[in-house]
């Protein structure tokens, strides 16, 4: 597979299309399960408590992964994501109820490199916060 995105056809400010993703606190057990990250911090609100959090919270790599998710729905082929970093501001803190949270991701193009490569600033809140920094993919475009 490779990019459905022309490089060519993308400008600096080029907005992705915006997504929201609902975590319940059975995504994060399942999450859990698929990664091997069974930290109590993620589905023990006694313990998540007694450690200072307001509650428990999703894993930063669940988060980041979501985020992820913007950029690779927008190129349509995940191997086109040739970088990608963030930097985990403020948990996503996942209440024990039928909503559980909401993140809120957009993206925009912030600039066309070489090789037919553009960096893609993406913006993740949850609650109203801002939950990544500095949330960067490099992404090889058709």
Same mark, same amino acid.
């Given at each position: 597979?490779?990019?459905?995105?022309?490089?060519?056809?993308?400008?600096?400010?080029?907005?992705?299309?915006?997504?929201?993703?609902?975590?319940?606190?059975?995504?994060?057990?399942?999450?859990?399960?698929?990664?091997?990250?069974?930290?109590?911090? =993620?589905?023990?609100?006694?313990?998540?408590?007694?450690?200072?959090?307001?509650?428990?919270?999703? =894993?930063?790599?669940?988060?980041?992964?979501?985020?992820?998710?913007?950029?690779?729905?927008?190129?349509?082929?995940?191997?086109?994501?040739?970088?990608?970093?963030?930097?985990?501001?403020?948990?996503?803190?996942?209440?024990?109820?039928?909503?559980?949270?909401?993140?809120?991701?957009?993206?925009?193009?912030?600039?066309?490199?070489?090789?037919?490569?553009?960096?893609?600033?993406?913006?993740?809140?949850?609650?109203?916060?801002?939950?990544?920094?500095?949330?960067?993919?490099?992404?090889?475009?058709?």
């Amino acid at each position: 597979m490779t990019a459905k995105i022309a490089y060519d056809a993308v400008e600096v400010g080029t907005e992705l299309p915006a997504q929201s993703f609902p975590v319940t606190r059975a995504t994060l057990v399942q999450y859990a399960g698929a990664s091997g990250d069974f930290n109590p911090i =993620h589905w023990n609100e006694r313990f998540a408590r007694q450690v200072g959090l307001p509650d428990v919270i999703a =894993h930063g790599m669940f988060t980041m992964a979501e985020a992820a998710r913007v950029v690779t729905d927008w190129v349509g082929d995940p191997g086109a994501v040739v970088e990608y970093g963030v930097r985990f501001t403020r948990p996503v803190v996942v209440p024990d109820d039928d909503q559980g949270a909401l993140i809120e991701v957009s993206g925009k193009v912030a600039a066309k490199l070489a090789d037919n490569t553009v960096r893609v600033d993406l913006t993740a809140t949850s609650a109203g916060q801002k939950v990544l920094g500095m949330s960067r993919a490099v992404v090889r475009l058709a």
